[in-house]
């Protein structure tokens, strides 16, 4: 019996078991014990013999048993070192998944607060924007409002001012006008005056006070928007008719200053009272001022004058450009005559009989389709090898030939003149007719041109 080692791959054996018995195989049916033989006289010197092979045998059979043992063993550590090499690869690749998605996770939490983040910073920055736009609108409303409110102010003091001009103007006007009255009614008084008539001492009231009363007829007809021409007219009539008696009698009862003075202040009261209902008179109107009627003649003289150089430079241009259209439809009349000269002499033709030129548009197109057969800019080559790219164009499209063999049944079979009305023999062909002028259509040129070609090469061939 054969001992085992006492290390395997690095580890110690643990104690084997106690063997009972022979060894056998694990797993193997039992050796069933062999029967007993039946009894036989051998030679006393052949036991031992046997004995040594039985031993042999089963020493071979239990190295043959602890070696299936023990290869069972080492195999299953080696499945065990296996499942736990792939238990701990898995477990590894299991934490490094997770730590990956621990890992992107992290990042897309970051990603995602950072984006939170600048969203917020978008958001707080678009409110303060909106809130510093809505502050400006608010500063430039108060402010447009400030501007409004003092431009109103303004206004309306300006106006107040015009209005206590106006009404100081209209006291000192009213003031003025009574003070002459005063100066005037004495003398006028004094001319009147006879004691057998003192009645008539009441006649300077009725010229100072009818001048005044028509000139307050004026300002109600300046109020209401009515002809107050005529009430002015009459006022001034009898404010000359009291100066006119203030200087007569002035001079002949007192002194030239007297009458001179008297026969002013006649005049001067209506006369400031007038002026004052005729400044009323052009601001009702809208009418402008001296230095305003000035202004607006000198600015109408210098629109005047640039409309005038406007219109100069236009007529140049417009000659300019005549003159250049008329250069140019030169230019091509004489290009026209020395290209297309058949055109340009059938033009000339259609031009003489409709009454116009030969470089009309109209003219020139119809003399080119009467000559070339098609409209102006093309012609046959043009045309047809316009057709041949477009045919080529198409095959390469659609991938079919260009020249396709003619599909016409006997195509250059048929007779070219009338049949007539008998037959040749039987079988044959049926027999020609007379040829007469025009009983076919005409070869084109290019097939005459052919013809001519083949019947030059026949004759060479046969003179050969």
């Known amino acids: 019996m054969t001992a085992s080692p006492p290390k395997v791959n690095g580890h110690a054996r643990s104690q084997p078991l106690q063997v009972l018995g022979d060894w056998q195989p694990i797993g193997a049916a039992p050796t069933p014990e062999p029967e007993p033989a039946a009894p036989t006289v051998e030679p006393a010197e052949a036991q031992p013999e046997h004995d040594l092979v039985a031993q042999a045998q089963a020493e071979a059979i239990r190295s043959k048993a602890w070696a299936?043992?023990?290869?069972r063993r080492l195999a299953a550590e080696a499945e065990k070192e296996a499942a736990l090499a792939k238990a701990q690869a898995e477990a590894d690749a299991i934490r490094a998944k997770a730590e990956e998605e621990a890992r992107k996770l992290r990042l897309a939490n970051d990603r995602q607060e950072r984006a939170e983040a600048e969203k917020q910073a978008a958001a707080e920055a678009r409110i303060a924007e909106h809130q510093r736009r809505r502050d400006e609108a608010d500063r430039a409303r108060q402010q447009a409002a400030r501007q409004e409110a003092d431009q109103q102010a303004a206004a309306a003091a300006a106006a107040a001012e015009i209005t206590?001009?106006?009404d100081r103007w209209r006291g000192y006007a009213r003031s003025f006008y009574i003070v002459c009255a005063i100066v005037a009614l004495p003398v006028q008084v004094a001319a009147f005056y006879n004691p057998k008539a003192l009645w008539l001492m009441a006649a300077p009231l009725m010229l100072e006070g009818g001048a005044w009363v028509v000139l307050k007829g004026a300002a109600a007809a300046v109020a209401s928007h009515r002809p107050h021409w005529h009430y002015r007219l009459i006022a001034w009539l009898l404010a000359f008719l009291a100066?006119?008696?203030?200087l007569w009698h002035g001079l002949n009862a007192f002194d030239p200053a007297t009458a001179i003075g008297t026969a002013f202040a006649s005049i001067a009261g209506p006369g400031v009272w007038d002026l004052h209902e005729h400044g009323r008179i052009r601001k009702r109107d809208g009418k402008l001022s001296w230095r305003e009627r000035r202004a607006a003649k000198r600015a109408a003289k210098e629109e005047a004058?640039?409309?005038?150089?406007?219109?100069k430079r236009r007529a140049a241009e417009k000659d300019a450009a005549d003159k250049a259209a008329a250069e140019e439809r030169k230019r091509l009349?004489?290009?026209?005559q020395r290209e297309f000269e058949d055109v340009w002499k059938e033009a000339v033709k259609i031009a003489a009989a409709v009454g116009s030129t030969p470089d009309d548009d109209p003219v020139w197109k119809r003399a080119y389709r009467n000559i070339m057969g098609c409209d102006p800019g093309e012609s046959i080559e043009s045309i047809t090898a316009r057709l041949k790219a477009e045919a080529r164009v198409e095959s390469a499209r659609t991938g079919t030939p260009v020249n396709t063999v003619?599909?016409?049944?006997n195509a250059q079979v048929d007779q070219q003149v009338p049949r007539r009305s008998r037959r040749g023999h039987v079988g044959g062909p049926t027999v020609r007719g007379v040829r007469r002028r025009n009983d076919s259509p005409r070869y084109s040129n290019g097939a005459r041109s052919q013809m001519s070609v083949?019947?030059?090469?026949?004759a060479a061939k046969e003179s050969k």
Do not use: F, P
């Open 68 to 71: 299936e043992v023990e290869e």
């Open 164 to 166: 206590e001009a106006e």
């Open 305 to 311: 004058a640039r409309k005038a150089a406007e219109e």
């Open 243 to 246: 100066a006119g008696i203030n």
């Open 333 to 336: 009349a004489e290009e026209r």
């Open 454 to 458: 083949a019947a030059k090469n026949g």
């Open 406 to 409: 003619s599909k016409t049944k």
